[in-house]
């Protein structure tokens, strides 16, 4: 079996950011951030009742939405 091997950048890309991280970045609340990653669009990832998004998932959307 092979292992798998990744780059720091690719490493970095797959990193993972929580609620609070989101409303910091966004600048609003956490309820606010919660809302927001309960969205159909947001690409949201469950990690038991954890919400999480992946860095470079959450720049794509991000920059591609406009209210």
Known sequence: MSE???TPKEINLMK???TKEVAAL???SIPVARQ???RKD???VKCGKNLKVMTA???EWAST???
Do not use: D, N, Q
Request: with cysteine; aromatic share 14%.
């Open 42 to 44: 947001f690409p949201l």
């Open 65 to 67: 939405r406009r209210i």
């Open 26 to 28: 966004m600048g609003c």
């Open 57 to 59: 998932k959450f720049v």
């Open 36 to 38: 927001i990653m309960r």
């Open 4 to 6: 798998l091997a990744l």
């Open 16 to 18: 993972f950011i929580g």
